[in-house]
């Protein structure tokens, strides 16, 4: 299998559980009353399962993604809540890829009804080096995209452009599932999100299907089960499942995902809060 190919799949997957749905024109008032702490730090170990035809390639290790609700901050004099977003690859599939991989997101985004203000990425992909920033402009229903590319001396402007007709409220993936948290949830509840990647902006589907007991390295919990039927790029197909089960309590934690792509199955796990690596 080609290396890149397998790299794309760390690169691209780690924030996979990221993309779960929230409920729309929600406006909690600021995080108080939420059921998670500013501060909450969450730390899944992700794996990759081997579509059928490589059955001589057993489920190997692919990374970790480490996911922060910062706190408070100010992003261009308006108050906003920071949220930061840590991929890097290890194990198996690291080595059978050959590329390092290292992406570092962050978040900024508005109190209360969590509309994304700004996100900043720092991409370190083998010999790929990239700087994307991506703000949004409600007031003109804009947003604006910058791309550089930071493995050449000096470093090359790849893309700058502003784009139109954006939605008046977008959300990036964390600011949905924080979001999403502050929201009920109930069975066969089907609603839809505007998500923003980089500079495309696209509509997810999601539904709450069940409740169930799952295994987790804390033992067997209660959890929504939430399945999406359509997600952003990369490796993800049109149609293409996501789910992601939530925990069934007043925190309603993610606790898992599952990721069916191209090349078969991404699977992650909340690690125990005495495993995290400082």
């Not at 009353?33 to 692919?62: C, H, N, T």
């Amino acid at each position: 299998m080609h290396s890149r190919r397998l790299a794309l799949i760390i690169a691209i997957l780690l924030p996979a559980l990221a993309a779960v749905p929230q409920e729309p024109q929600k406006e909690p008032d600021e995080t108080a009353d939420a059921p998670f702490a500013q501060g909450e730090r969450l730390v899944y170990s992700i794996k990759w399962d081997p579509p059928w035809y490589l059955f001589f390639l057993p489920a190997m290790e692919a990374g970790e993604a480490d996911i922060q609700l910062v706190g408070e901050t100010e992003y261009k004099n308006k108050k906003a809540l920071k949220i930061t977003l840590k991929a890097r690859s290890s194990g198996s599939l690291a080595k059978l890829a050959g590329m390092k991989i290292e992406d570092d997101y962050v978040f900024y985004t508005e109190p209360g009804t969590f509309c994304t203000l700004a996100v900043s990425a720092k991409i370190r992909e083998g010999k790929r080096k990239r700087q994307i920033d991506v703000e949004y402009l409600p007031e003109t229903k804009q947003l604006h995209f910058r791309e550089m590319n930071e493995a050449v001396d000096p470093p090359k402007l790849m893309k700058d452009q502003i784009k139109n007709d954006i939605p008046p409220c977008v959300h990036d993936p964390f600011s949905a599932i924080y979001s999403y948290r502050m929201s009920q949830l109930s069975i066969d509840n089907v609603q839809k999100i505007v998500i923003g990647d980089n500079d495309k902006i696209k509509e997810i589907r999601c539904q709450v299907e069940k409740q169930e007991t799952i295994d987790t390295p804390d033992g067997k919990k209660k959890a929504w089960r939430i399945n999406t039927t359509s997600l952003m790029g990369g490796l993800f197909k049109e149609g293409g499942q996501f789910k992601v089960w939530l925990s069934a309590d007043g925190k309603k934690t993610p606790l898992q995902f599952e990721v069916n792509v191209q090349l078969g199955k991404v699977l992650g796990k909340l690690k125990p809060k005495k495993e995290l690596s400082k």
